[in-house]
């Protein structure tokens, strides 16, 4: 019985990749997985990027697009799109597709031969394979948010912000139920959800190719990082 797959893209001022992103991606799932949708989130856009959906949604009846206003965040985004999702199996990744498509199918294999809830996406443990690195400052940004992560709180994978999480139906619908953080700790509080309902979570290394064209501002970004990740931290100590 094939699996029915809900893959969610949250987008922020995508009209440069975003046909492309689609194109690939409906291939891949038009090849190995016929029972599919995927579902956009146009976080706000301010460029072209609503006006592109729409016209690629007319010939795609495998696209869901969901958009709103004003921008929100990445994690509010995902929020919304697990609600507008019915799959048995949920994945949310990047639209610039920075884990590569071909990583669904052994996610998907995994999570079936294992029988794991969540499954998240690491660049930081063995096995990862890094096509094209990061900055280093974007690197050494996200190893020193990670430790803060480790230091304030019981989760202990390697990589908490790559941006592709697979989810089980039931496990996608309770843990986004309870997400409140709309920024770039959303993936932590995820996880700490995943936690607290008992969802074995395994970190599995993936394939990375860096996009240069990335919208995280190392200063603004990492201040935002470390106050919203304290905030949670704060919440959590009173749970």
């Known amino acids: 019985m094939p699996v029915k797959l809900s893959v969610i893209i949250p987008a922020y001022n995508e009209e440069k990749r975003i046909r492309k992103t689609i194109s690939r991606l409906s291939a891949y799932l038009k090849k190995h997985f016929p029972e599919n949708e995927i579902i956009i989130v146009d976080d706000g856009s301010t460029d072209r990027t609503y006006a592109i959906l729409k016209e690629l949604q007319a010939n795609r009846p495998d696209l869901k697009l969901f958009h709103y206003e004003p921008n929100q965040g990445k994690g509010f985004a995902v929020k919304q799109g697990v609600y507008q999702s019915s799959g048995g199996i949920v994945v949310f990744t990047d639209a610039d597709l920075s884990t590569p498509v071909f990583e669904i199918k052994r996610f998907v294999t995994l999570m079936k031969e294992k029988n794991v809830p969540v499954l998240i996406g690491s660049r930081s443990i063995p096995g990862a394979s890094i096509k094209i ?87 603004s970004d990492s201040w935002a990082m470390f106050r919203d990740l304290w905030r949670l931290r704060k919440s959590w100590q009173g749970t």
Not at 150 to 165: H, S, V, Y
Not at 180 to 208: C, H, N, Y
Request: with cysteine; hydrophobic share 40%.
């Open 133 to 219: 690195r990061q900055p280093f400052y974007r690197e050494s940004m996200g190893k020193v948010f990670n430790c803060f992560v480790r230091l304030l709180t019981p989760i202990r994978f390697r990589d908490t912000q790559c941006g592709f999480k697979m989810f089980r139906r039931d496990a996608a619908e309770k843990i986004f139920a309870e997400t409140r953080q709309s920024g770039f700790t959303f993936d932590v509080e995820v996880l700490l959800l995943a936690r607290k309902f008992g969802f074995q979570t395994m970190e599995i290394p993936v394939t990375w190719i860096n996009n240069r064209r990335s919208k995280v501002n190392p200063v």
